[in-house]
């Protein structure tokens, strides 16, 4: 009887465990069914593999951050040319017209 409520507190661990940690229903029901047919292979398994949270079984490829994308220049209009440069440039490198002008007028 003793074994029966072990395995059974064991099934119920193991199925919050795995939803809390973000594993869908079908896979916390499989880890759970698993660590009470064959207990000493599934739940040694479940705690090396299944406890891992989402994050750390999947990449995020939106989670990566351009440091470089990031941060923000300072940029006027070239009057001539009309292309972007930066505001501390003293002549346009498209055009080579001198933007100390330019920088008066903004």
């Known amino acids: 009887m003793a074994m029966i409520i072990i395995r059974l507190l064991v099934v119920f661990f193991v199925y919050y465990d795995a939803k809390k940690r973000g594993h869908e229903t079908i896979r916390a029901v499989l880890w759970s069914v698993g660590s009470c047919v064959v207990p000493y292979v599934i739940l040694p398994l479940y705690f090396l593999l299944g406890r891992k949270t989402k994050k750390q079984n999947q990449y995020y490829g939106n989670d990566v951050i351009d440091i470089e994308a990031t941060v923000v220049e300072e940029s ?3 009057t001539r040319c009309g ?4 505001e501390d440039v003293s002549v346009c490198p498209y055009c080579k017209e001198s933007t100390v002008t330019s920088k008066k007028d903004n």
């Open 83 to 86: 292309n972007k440069i930066k």
């Open 76 to 78: 006027i209009n070239c």
